[in-house]
């Protein structure tokens, strides 16, 4: 095998790799957005992957692979949006709405994941599959801190009357 055929074969090896561990985090990320739907017992696709490129639908709210990036710190990055609205009825253009976008920084680590939330330094180690005590300390660290943004005073809300985005952070 000559030198150029072994670069070629380091870069075929490199992304196959890269493409690897991208599959594998958005399986997990998906893994967790829908445990947060069950832990919240949240409507269906109110809780969704955020992109730059489009917005959540039905069909591609769960669509991980499409939101993953990856970033500089090493950590795959995913942004995660959860629908607010003041209506029980459900989502007409009245209803006063707002968006929470977190995004979670996620790392394979052994046969799991550390998972994140950005702006906070908590890190859980969680099961690549299932369900476990640790994915439950994740959940509920994340609702308290949504709680807690609403909770501090001062904060002014649908100012302007328009659907709000919100990015709830430490």
Not at 140 to 163: C, K, N, T, V
Request: with cysteine; charged share 25%; net charge negative.
């Amino acid at each position: 095998m000559s030198k150029f055929d072994e670069i070629r074969q380091a870069y075929v090896d490199a992304r196959k790799g890269f493409f690897a561990q991208r599959d594998a985090s958005a399986a997990f990320a998906l893994n967790l957005i829908e445990g947060m739907e069950r832990y919240l017992e949240c409507p269906p696709y109110l809780i969704h992957f955020l992109t730059n490129v489009r917005q959540a639908t039905a069909a591609t709210a769960h669509d991980a692979r499409g939101a993953v990036v990856y970033g500089s710190d090493g950590l795959w990055h995913f942004t995660v949006g959860m629908e607010l609205i003041d209506n029980q009825e459900g989502f007409h253009k009245n209803a006063a709405r707002q968006t929470l976008a977190f995004e979670l920084l996620v790392q394979a680590e052994g046969t799991g994941f550390s998972v994140g939330f950005k702006g906070w330094r908590d890190r859980f180690t969680l099961p690549a599959t299932g369900d476990s005590p640790e994915q439950t300390r994740l959940y509920d660290f994340w609702f308290q801190r949504i709680l807690d943004s609403y909770l501090q005073p001062g904060h002014r809300f649908f100012e302007d009357m328009a659907d709000s985005d919100r990015a709830v952070r430490a």
